[in-house]
């Protein structure tokens, strides 16, 4: 009798949207995308970013075109980095997060809402710091901050530092996720506290948030290194995580941080 290897089962994706990612939705996972899922390649396309932005603007009086891009990349890196690095830190598996794979849902305003995944992800080929986050980094993030900074004229700053505040939101939470095992954020903050990649370019994540003794010292504020530009949008002011000096606050929004 012949007596089949099996190898062990791969926790599903669905497994993840626990704890702090409880109001996560998780990723649909379809090789047939439909037409309510926008590719993530169009992204790049200026005519279909100036289209998005008109929408997406909507809601804030057609403000200034930095701002507006800003805020809307918030939402989605914010999806990026929840479902990335919760695949990525907890199963040690590599999301089809690139441009060329990936497709997205949307709000009526354009907001990222969701992602559609081809697969399920593949195991890492490797786990150093800087290769297993290489699809997020040099597959989406790179390519997008460039377009996103074309058509606005926003520094590529500003997006790497939201992509980065998000980025480091997500790893702190994950260590308190119930399928955490102990350090299952070193890999992200080794990348985070690196100046440079292993090729010797600057590394765009490097030390995105600092956390300073604001009011009590048993709990530090949390702060941006950068600036969203968000209060270039009137009305808006700065963020609670402003790494300005003066944070007014005009108004109360939806969108903090």
Not at 14 to 32: F, K
Not at 74 to 98: I, Q
Not at 119 to 129: K, V
Not at 131 to 155: K, Y
Request: charged share 20%.
């Amino acid at each position: 009798m012949t007596t089949r290897l099996t190898r062990p089962m791969t926790p599903a994706l669905s497994s993840l949207y626990v704890g702090p990612l409880e109001g996560v939705t998780p990723p649909r996972i379809s090789a047939a995308f439909g037409t309510d899922a926008l590719p993530a390649r169009e992204l790049l396309d200026p005519a279909r970013l100036a289209a998005l932005f008109d929408r997406f603007g909507a809601q804030y009086g057609h403000g200034d075109r930095r701002a507006v891009a800003s805020l809307w990349s918030k939402w989605h890196f914010s999806a990026l980095a929840a479902h990335g690095l919760a695949a990525n830190l907890l199963l040690k598996r590599d999301l089809p997060l690139g441009l060329d794979e990936l497709h997205l849902q949307q709000s009526p305003e354009g907001e990222t809402t969701g992602l559609v995944l081809r697969h399920a992800g593949r195991p890492l080929a490797e786990l150093d710091s800087h290769s297993r986050f290489a699809t997020l980094l040099d597959d989406h993030l790179s390519p997008l901050v460039e377009a996103l900074a074309a058509a606005t004229g926003a520094s590529p700053k500003v997006f790497w530092s939201n992509a980065g505040n998000y980025f480091e939101y997500f790893a702190g939470a994950l260590d308190d996720h119930p399928m955490a095992l102990p350090g299952v954020s070193e890999p992200a903050q080794a990348l985070m506290a690196s100046r440079a990649l292993p090729d010797g370019r600057r590394n765009p994540l490097y030390r995105p948030v600092r956390y300073v003794e604001h009011v009590a010292p048993d709990r530090p504020h949390r702060v941006r290194r950068l600036c969203c530009i968000r209060y270039l949008i009137e009305g808006l002011g700065y963020c609670a995580n402003c790494p300005m000096g003066c944070r007014r606050t005009t108004r109360t929004t939806r969108e903090d941080g």
